[in-house]
């Protein structure tokens, strides 16, 4: 967590959250820093003790297991870079995007936040991709919230690329706050994003070997 620049309203927010969330989903475009301010918040209510369950929904550029999956791992202390690479439940959502598997998705992140629950996080923290814009979007998202019942809908935006999103939800109600992205955010081209994706794969399946079957 030392190399990372960590705006005034992140550590704000990991405060309030920490006494009354149950359930948290943080949104935001592609490469707002949704990752890292997972990470910053797991860092911070794991040194205070608190039990987080993390679940992965971002089918592209995975931070638990390979692409194409939902994870989820629980962590109990804080976790170094390596944490985040052993040990943790998927489920299988079969394509890189939700566009197109809207249900696939939705369901693998019940199932994730439900066994989340079931391990006893105190807070589970969900990850989204950074699939915001256009109708499918809109109802993944929307189906997402009203499925899981977050206290807390955490929305990174640049300027107020969201906002489309937020307003409707403020109307039902839901408890949004909103967070500035870094500057130190990095846009990452397609080239950068398909790597890092064969190198998750790689990593993934690095141990796996062909069994032939005789009959
Ligand atoms: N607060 C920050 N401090 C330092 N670097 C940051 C910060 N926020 C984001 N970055 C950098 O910007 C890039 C994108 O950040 P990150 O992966 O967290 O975004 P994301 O929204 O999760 O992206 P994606 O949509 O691909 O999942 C990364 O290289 C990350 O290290
Ligand atoms: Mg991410």
Known sequence: MNNIDIPEDWKAVAGRTKQAAKICIVIGKIDSGKTTLCKFLIHKWTVSGIRVGYVDSDLGQSTLGPPATVGLKIFNTPPNQADYSNAFNLHFVGNISPEGFLLQTLHAVKIMVDKSLQRGSEITLIDTTGFV????????????????????????????????????????????????????????????????????????FKLARLIVEFF
């Open 133 to 204: 814009d256009g109708p499918a979007a809109r109802i993944l998202k929307l189906h997402n919230i009203e499925l899981l019942h977050p206290q807390w809908i955490i929305a990174l935006q640049a300027k107020d690329e969201l906002e489309h999103l937020l307003k409707g939800y403020e109307k039902m109600d839901w408890q949004v706050v909103r967070l500035g992205c870094s500057k130190q955010a990095v846009i990452r081209s397609q080239t950068e994003r398909q790597k890092y994706r064969i190198e998750k794969y790689k990593a993934y």
